[in-house]
């Protein structure tokens, strides 16, 4: 004779699933944003030093103010990749208890680095290299600014607007699809046809 697992004899550990409402411990953020203060420290540090070791004569902050709202777009970009393709990567893992939800989040930031850290910037060459040239020539001028900021900022607006709407989309596709769309705006803004600002041969890859 069979025996009849009762609900009520389920162990609680085997139907409770990740406990992902938990907050951080106020140290954690206190840590993150000390990280994140500190490095962009060190940003603002380098871009003098550099500038001062070249003995150029600073006659306006504009370009440092433009370069560091660049900077903060682009960690806002990043944000938005985090949250974004991250929980693509670690979902199985967390639903399936594998480990904690904070520890396989750590995991997956790690493991990213390492990946920029040996790959030894092949795929960011590989993606930069869709840019018009001029425009890489001339990134410290205003249409270099204004490059980056279009780039930067669409690939935020499509990311949040597929996060939102629950559609699938890769975060470096969209970057990608952004490069390509500067570079045929480039291109018809200088009286040339859409498709002769972009590396055709390169985006196909």
Known sequence: MS??????SIEPALTKGPDLDKGFHPLTGIIYLGVVAA???????SIYSDVDATGTRVTSYLPYLLL???????????????FHDTANAVATVIYTRSLPAHIAVVWS????LFGVL?????????????????????????AGFAMVFALLI?????????????????SSHTLIGSI?????ANAMLHGRSG????DWEQATK
């Open 3 to 8: 025996d009849v697992a009762l609900p009520g």
């Open 39 to 45: 490095a962009l420290l060190f940003v603002a540090y």
């Open 68 to 82: 560091f709202v660049a900077l903060l777009i682009a960690l806002g970009f990043e944000f938005v990749n985090g």
């Open 109 to 112: 930031g790690m493991f990213n």
């Open 118 to 142: 040996l790959s030894t910037g092949a795929v960011a060459f590989g993606i930069v290299s869709l840019l018009p040239v001029e425009l890489i020539l001339q990134v410290g001028s205003s």
């Open 154 to 170: 669409a690939a935020i607006i499509w990311n949040l607007g597929t996060w939102y709407l629950g559609l699938p989309a890769s």
């Open 180 to 184: 390509i769309g500067v570079g045929v």
């Open 195 to 198: 498709t002769a600002g972009v």
